[in-house]
């Protein structure tokens, strides 16, 4: 099994510290232990769920709307996600409409 350090697992998820640690206090993710130096240690399977967590949030999800799509059903999730998706495309051909219109009007 491949454990990884909280410095490490920040540096292969791409999150910071702070984040990690927002994550275990809302007990989405928790350390399996800490190692000989103290260092908390952290399993394949919880870096992975980190890398989820980061997705959703990504995508506009709050952590606790995160915690609720973790802990329904796949059907729910895939519903709540694709929901969001829906938003952000409407959110994406607004911001296009209003870039075009500022092209027009500026004449760039």
Do not use: W
């Amino acid at each position: 099994m491949t454990l990884f350090t909280l410095k490490q697992i920040c540096e292969n998820c791409n999150v910071k510290r702070r984040a990690v640690q927002g994550y275990e206090k809302l007990g989405l993710v928790s350390a399996i232990g800490k190692n000989k130096y103290g260092h908390l240690l952290y399993d394949s399977q919880c870096k992975d769920k980190i890398i989820q967590i980061k997705q959703y949030q990504d995508i506009g999800f709050s952590l606790k709307e995160i915690k609720s799509l973790l802990s329904c059903s796949i059907q729910q999730r895939n519903s709540l996600i694709n929901t969001q998706i829906e938003k952000m495309s409407k959110q994406i051909d607004y911001l296009n409409k209003v870039i075009e219109i500022i092209k027009e009007e500026n004449k760039l």
